[in-house]
Each structure stands twice: as structure tokens, then as C-alpha cells.
């Protein structure tokens, strides 16, 4: 009875874990989709020839920002990709500030209690950097600056419960 019982449990579990990675892919999919036919774009109309990394903007429209080199020890660039209709914006990465200066910025000039992330994106065709942070009012802020020379462009703080 006792070999039953266990048995019964493992088959549930088991099942359970099955159905939860299923969920999980069929939910990454999509994701998984749009990142691929990001870098088939980047491939295809620009100059970049390798991939280093691909991370995801949500702002006004969600964007795909690719980091790439033109060819082994060429120049890299960083690639905003939109909607298929949108065309491609392209910048080399040593003509804006890089991930560590945008770093040093917040933590020397907005004081954060945490700095949560600094991620590339795109408000209205300009290149921006969002910096997410818990403010000293515990509050979860953003604020964006431009990718080519950290002037300000907006700040939201999101106000704590109380």
C-alpha cells in the first residue's frame, strides 16, 4: 500500500513538472520567435556578422537590441530592432556611452538605494539608455538618458506602498 501511495505521488509530480515546462516553453516561444528574426534582420542589412548579445527593450514599442561585431576583432556595433516594418537603427558602440560609464553616472548622480538594471533601448528613434533603480524614498525609478552623450530625456518614480 505504502509502494502504491509513493509511486502515485511520483507519477503526480512528475507529471507536474512536465506540464510546467510545456507551459513555460509555449510561453517563451514567441519571445524566442521575435529574437530570432531580429538577428536574421541584423544579418541580413547590416554590417554586423556576429552576434555577442540580445536583449529585449519594453518602452513605447518594444524593441530587440543587438550587440555585434562586424567580423573577428572588428568593429562592434549595437542594433535596434523593431517591428518588421521598421527599418534598423545602427550605431557603432564606441559612439555613446558604454554600460560601465551609465553605471557610474547613476550611482555617482541619482544616489540609488539599489540599482536594479541599465539596459539599452529606443523612445522615438533616439537611442537611450533606462537606468532602474529603488530611490531613497524606496520608490522603483527609471530614468533615461541618451546613448550618445547621457542627456537626460525623462524620469519616472513609481510611489511605494504604504
Known amino acids: 500500500m505504502k509502494k502504491w501511495v509513493i509511486t502515485i505521488v511520483c507519477v503526480f509530480l512528475l507529471a507536474a513538472i512536465g506540464i510546467s515546462i510545456y507551459f513555460y ?29 540580445v536583449s529585449f527593450y519594453h518602452g513605447t514599442e518594444p524593441y530587440v ?30 559612439a555613446g556611452l558604454s554600460k560601465e560609464q551609465v ?36 520608490r522603483y525609478s527609471f530614468y533615461y538618458i541618451t546613448f550618445e552623450d547621457g542627456t537626460f530625456v525623462k524620469r519616472y518614480s513609481l510611489k511605494a506602498d504604504d
Open 65 to 94: 537590441v543587438i550587440k555585434g561585431q562586424q567580423e573577428e576583432g572588428g568593429e562592434n556595433f549595437i542594433v535596434w530592432v523593431g517591428q518588421e516594418d521598421e527599418s534598423v537603427v545602427v550605431k557603432p558602440a564606441n
Open 103 to 138: 553605471r557610474q553616472f547613476a550611482i555617482n548622480e541619482l544616489a540609488p538605494k539599489k540599482l536594479l538594471a541599465v539596459r539599452l533601448g529606443l523612445e522615438n528613434r533616439l537611442p537611450i539608455y533606462e537606468i532602474t533603480y529603488i530611490d531613497e524614498n524606496d
Open 25 to 53: 516553453q509555449s510561453m517563451r516561444s514567441p519571445i524566442t520567435e521575435q529574437e530570432q528574426l531580429a538577428i536574421a534582420r541584423v544579418l541580413g542589412e547590416t554590417e554586423v556578422s556576429i552576434i555577442q548579445n
